[in-house]
């Protein structure tokens, strides 16, 4: 087994102090520790790494999706050096696509229908017109906007992998949870770290996200660096939606890596 040590971050959500006037503010916050790692247990899921097309193309979905300037950011300073690192490493890289239009071509996607089937998709309730309407006034007045629609049609036919995040050869490719459950039962992986877009909503709630998986049992990490996070109003200044799914990752799910941490400890794989 490859099991190196590495520095890993965790929060230390204990003990609150009730002689303050913020109990919470007791707390021990975010820690430091070299902990082990077993690469041959342990799996990237490069999640929703998607390229939307330019601002000019799709103005409306630039509008609604603040994020996107910071996902090209990473994808282009980041993921490069990370992604080499792990596929030299040795360590399974997976890719979590948001739809089949854009992956259905690729060696890892026909490899994964052939290893472990074809996405079966979720059992839906019965809709009813309120329900209908009420979707619709969400889409037109809360997210994506109605005057911003017609730019999703248009990223919806030219989406595409970034050129940097791009599967290569047969690296595994899945649409969903239960796919990428069965993946990881069959390489006999416990351990998943996301990278990608967005920690805070994709990664987080989408199928092939860690709450799903994080219920057959594997631990669910993350790197600081590589992922970007869905800012509201009152958050996109300080960047506190990425901080906040930061710390839920290591309080409910699993641990944080620093990128240059986690590169140099799986190129030296010291034991």
């Known amino acids: 087994m490859k099991i190196i040590k590495l520095p890993t971050y965790y929060y230390q959500q204990f003990d609150a102090d009730y002689s303050l006037e913020v109990p919470g503010e007791g707390y021990g916050g975010w820690r430091k520790e070299t ?11 490069l999640m929703h790494a998607i390229n939307y097309g330019t601002m000019e193309q799709v103005p409306g979905v630039f509008r609604a999706c603040e994020y996107i300037p910071r996902a090209y950011n990473v994808g282009k300073n980041i993921m490069p050096g990370l992604l080499q690192a792990i596929r030299e490493s040795g360590m399974k890289l997976f890719h979590v696509a948001a739809g089949s239009s854009y992956c259905k071509d690729y060696a890892g996607y026909k490899k994964v229908l052939d290893l472990v089937g074809e996405s079966t998709g979720f059992e ?7 329900l209908q309407r009420l979707r619709e006034f969400k889409r037109d007045y809360g997210f994506p906007g109605k005057h911003n629609l017609e730019s999703y049609k248009v990223m919806a036919e030219i989406s595409a992998f970034p050129e940097e995040e791009k599967p290569q050869g047969d690296e595994e490719v899945v649409l969903d949870e239960k796919q990428l459950f069965k993946l990881c039962k069959h390489y006999g992986i416990n351990h998943l770290i996301y990278i990608g877009y967005n920690i ?7 199928s092939g996200g860690f709450m799903h998986l994080y219920r057959h049992g594997i631990m669910c ?14 958050t996109a200044r300080l960047g506190l939606g990425k901080e906040l799914a930061l710390w ?8 944080v890596y620093d990128v240059d941490d986690f590169i140099k400890a799986i190129k030296s794989q010291e034991i």
């Open 221 to 234: 990490s993350t790197i600081r660096e590589a992922v970007t996070a869905v800012e509201n109003k009152e």
């Open 35 to 45: 902990l082990e790692l077993n690469l041959d247990k342990t799996a990237v899921v």
């Open 200 to 206: 805070n909503w994709c990664i987080q709630f989408s």
């Open 248 to 255: 839920t990752i290591a309080v409910g799910f699993g641990f």
């Open 124 to 130: 839906q309730v019965e809709q009813d017109p309120v």
